[in-house]
């Protein structure tokens, strides 16, 4: 087999959460460009829809599902409605995801949970229920956006719920790396640095200078560059992987 066949995606199922815009769309893209048809999760209907509608010019098939990963029911129904029109999930990306800068000091516990609660405990409810399926199928890949905050604390925005949410999503994914590789169900992380995305448009130009300047590339990455880390992760090229942890930050956790 050609090593390039190995990164083929063709007749797999995908589900991309947080696909609407950002990251997720790139992700999202990227698999169906491989050959995947996915499934568009995410709580804005109108930027889910429009992420489908590129897939579907791709030539391959797509569902929108306006849903919230952190209501079960919500995930429940989606995976339902999923293996209804799919018939199977190969691949799982837990990419939602949100932020605020608050002082530790002066965090409502309610902001904390907030964010936890999108970015820890919505990413374990989608990893136990497509878990279970590709437990059934003896098959899958998933793989959960974490941070490079999950091993830093940033500068100068305060956010140690963020950060404590994406040191989560590392150790979850290597726990669940171990429960479910006997049955041939791989589970990574990847943990990007700082990406021109709808996250970061609040962030004052001078914050996003500094980020860039820190990042041995001196840059801010396109989240189009990240698409391929994706592709290899949910193909058979990276068949050996499990647990991994890869970062992708333009050197900027290098010193
Ligand atoms: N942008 C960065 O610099 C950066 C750096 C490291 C990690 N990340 C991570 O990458 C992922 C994507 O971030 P992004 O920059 O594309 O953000 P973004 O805000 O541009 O996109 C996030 C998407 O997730 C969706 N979403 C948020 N909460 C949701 C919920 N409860 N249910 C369903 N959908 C929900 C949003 O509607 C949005 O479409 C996040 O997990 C983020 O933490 C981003």
Known sequence: MGILSLFKLDGEKAIVTGA?????????????????????????AKEGEETAAEIEKLGRKAIAIEGDVTKEE??????HTVMAKFGKIDILVCNAGIVSWIPAEEM??????????????????????????????????IINVSSISAFLANYPQKQCHY????AGVVQLTKCLAFEWAPYNVRVNTVCPGYMNTPLLKKADKKY????????????IADPS????????????????????VIVADGGYSLW
């Open 163 to 166: 950060n404590s949410s994406k």
């Open 108 to 141: 409502e516990f309610e902001k904390w949970k907030e964010v936890m609660d999108v970015n820890l405990n919505g990413v374990f409810l989608y990893n136990k229920w497509v878990g279970r399926k590709m437990i059934k199928q003896k098959k899958g890949s």
């Open 74 to 79: 919500d995930v429940k129904k989606a995976v």
């Open 208 to 219: 996003l200078d500094q980020w860039a300047s820190f990042a041995a590339q001196k840059r």
């Open 20 to 44: 609407g815009r950002g990251l997720g769309r790139e992700i999202a893209i990227g698999l169906a460009e491989a050959g995947a048809d996915v499934a568009v999760v995410d709580r804005l």
């Open 225 to 244: 560059e990240l698409k391929g880390i994706f592709v290899f992760l949910a193909s058979q090229a990276s068949s050996y992987f499990t647990g991994s």
